[in-house]
C-alpha cells in the first residue's frame, strides 16, 4: 500500500475517513480492461452463450459481442465500452 501512495498524485484523496481505509481505484480496475472472454462446451453451449451477450448488449450501451465455435464448445467475447461496465457485469452475473 505504501507504494501505491507513494505513486499517486498529491491530487487524489481517495482515504475514507469514516473506516480509515484507502485504495487506488486504478489498482482494481485497468481502463483498458473492457473485453471479458468466457467459454462454454456441452449440451447448450452456442445458447448460454447468446443469452449472455444479450444480456450485456441490453444492459449497456456500446457493447459488442461475438460467438466463436471451438474444438470443445464456444468462445464468447463481450467488448465492453469501459472496464467498469465488464467488472458491473461480471458481478451482476456471478462470473
Do not use: P, W, Y
Request: proline share 0%; hydrophobic share 45%.
Amino acid at each position: 500500500m505504501k507504494a501505491i501512495e507513494a505513486n499517486q498524485a498529491a491530487s487524489v484523496n481517495d482515504t475514507c475517513t469514516d473506516c480509515g481505509s484507502f485504495v487506488d481505484i486504478g489498482a482494481v480496475i485497468a481502463a483498458e480492461d473492457t473485453e471479458l472472454t468466457l467459454e462454454f462446451s456441452g449440451d447448450g453451449a452456442d445458447a448460454k452463450a447468446q443469452h449472455l451477450c444479450d444480456l450485456a448488449v441490453k444492459r449497456f450501451a456500446n457493447v459488442t459481442g461475438q460467438i466463436d465455435s471451438t474444438e470443445v464448445g464456444v468462445r464468447l467475447r463481450i467488448t465492453f465500452d469501459v472496464a467498469a461496465e465488464k467488472m458491473i457485469f461480471q458481478l451482476e452475473q456471478g462470473l
